[in-house]
């Protein structure tokens, strides 16, 4: 009764703005669907899918002043400029402009990568490449409906490569935070694979181990782990640096279907099918707190059939202190990984995925029509102790710090288990 009361008195978010999808009077609704939202790591570039193979990318400062002084509402179109699919048009590569690319085919994902130059390719044998990506390169990936991946030059909209290898819908696609430019696609074709652009887009590795489509993958902060989670309750660990699996992490009751490290890599948060977000210690396996959406908590055998509480999308904030979860009941909520119930909420139609802005500032989210609304997040001014718990465990993995000679308290605290079982122990249901 105190999570429903809670909810009741939750703080209703701020809205931004909002980005609308054009739509013809007799356009096809099936084609249109936004899978996909993403910044750039600099915060230059906003990227969504419009639906029926097209991509928007805005300048996401220009784009808030526009919130500003026009209002909330914009109705994207085409007259900025349009870039056909082979696209060859160099213009001012560094000069920031808006561009529409046609990727030929459904888009279901995108994800930005940036390059630095002292991060070479694994391929250490070769001493050519087509492609020398500089300091500020910024390249996006699209992952289509035929299984082809293509990457385009931001700031000037060209095609670069067309990798092909997958055999179903590329779901998702992430690239590793260290400059590297390693790209991993997750696909419905049951696999996970392994790209390194700066090697021409060669495919490095297969990670097989999924039995029925991946729908989502993120890279930990460092780089060093991924996380893959996919239908049958699938949600797998891999060391990145051996190419092999960790551990299979076992707890949800339906297909996870989004994964989001913290930004200190201590915490991993899935959302699935199953109405629940898990937040866990990846070090370790341990379910350190449940975000239930339906109250009360759903049995295991209702929570894994059509309960209209299915949970589309997670994504953890940039102070490490919110996540914000996405559902079918309309509902856009916020979390602190401290407190069982939301902190604010907004409501959104027919949503399907949300990111954080690089400042934490604003949540993005896409629906089933191709548009984009935008929240104000929680602000809040993290305590010394947890900017201090970050720095730490941005390079202590739970287990070294566990054999801290500190007292039991501030392990607690540091591995982020202090109040957390107690809190995840209200909330299981009692099958």
């Avoid at 910044?39 to 419009?50: H, I, L, N």
């Avoid at 696209?87 to 920031?96: A, E, T």
């Avoid at 289509?144 to 385009?152: D, E």
């Avoid at 465990?393 to 500190?406: A, F, G, K, N, S």
Wanted: glycine residues 6%; aromatic residues 10%; contains cysteine.
């Amino acid at each position: 009764m105190t999570q429903m009361m809670c909810f009741y008195c939750t703080v209703r978010s701020r809205t931004i703005g909002e980005l609308l999808a054009p739509a013809a009077p007799f356009d096809k609704k099936c084609g249109r669907e936004n899978w996909t939202v993403a910044f750039a790591p600099d915060g230059s570039y906003f990227a969504w899918s419009q639906g029926h193979r097209t991509v928007k990318l805005v300048l996401w400062s220009q784009c808030l002043r526009n919130f500003l002084l026009h209002g909330t509402k914009n109705i994207t179109n085409s007259s900025s400029l349009r870039l056909s699919r082979q696209n060859s048009d160099g213009g001012q590569k560094n000069k920031p402009r808006e561009h529409i690319i046609d990727c030929g085919d459904i888009v279901w994902s995108l994800a930005f990568g940036s390059s630095v130059p002292e991060k070479q390719s694994r391929c250490v044998n070769i001493e050519w490449h087509r492609f020398r990506f500089g300091q500020d390169q910024l390249l996006l990936a699209t992952g289509l409906n035929n299984g082809r991946i293509k990457i385009w030059d931001v700031y000037t909209g060209k095609l670069l490569l067309n990798l092909v290898d997958h055999t179903e819908v590329v779901r998702d696609l992430t690239f590793a935070p260290d400059g590297s430019l390693i790209l991993v696609s997750a696909s419905r074709d049951k696999t996970l694979r392994v790209w390194d652009l700066k090697d021409d887009g060669n495919m490095m590795k297969v990670l097989r181990g999924h039995q029925n489509w991946v729908y989502s993958c993120a890279f930990s902060p460092d780089s060093s782990m991924l996380c893959s989670v996919g239908a049958s309750k699938a949600v797998f660990l891999w060391n990145m640096d051996k190419y092999t699996m960790i551990r299979k992490l076992e707890g949800h009751h339906h297909d996870v279907v989004a994964c989001d490290f913290s930004p200190d890599g201590a915490l991993l948060a899935t959302a699935s099918y199953d109405t629940r977000v898990y937040i866990w210690d990846p070090h370790t396996g341990d379910i350190l707190m449940e975000f239930g959406h339906l109250f009360p908590p759903p049995t295991p055998i209702f929570a894994g059939g059509a309960n209209d509480r299915w949970v589309r999308s997670v994504s953890f904030s940039h102070d490490g202190l919110h996540i914000a979860s996405l559902a079918d009941d309309k509902m856009v909520r916020f979390w602190r990984i401290d407190e069982d119930y939301p902190v604010q909420v907004a409501p959104l139609s027919n949503g399907l995925c949300c990111a954080f802005s690089t400042d934490g500032s604003v949540l993005a989210a896409g629906t089933h029509d191709g548009s984009v609304y935008f929240w104000a997040t929680p602000r809040q001014v993290p305590s010394l102790q947890h900017l201090c718990r970050m720095s730490i465990r941005r390079v202590m993995p739970t287990q070294e710090v566990q054999e801290l000679p500190i007292p039991s308290k501030v392990l607690e605290f540091l591995s982020y288990r202090l109040n957390f079982g107690k809190r995840r122990a209200t909330l299981t249901p009692v099958a």
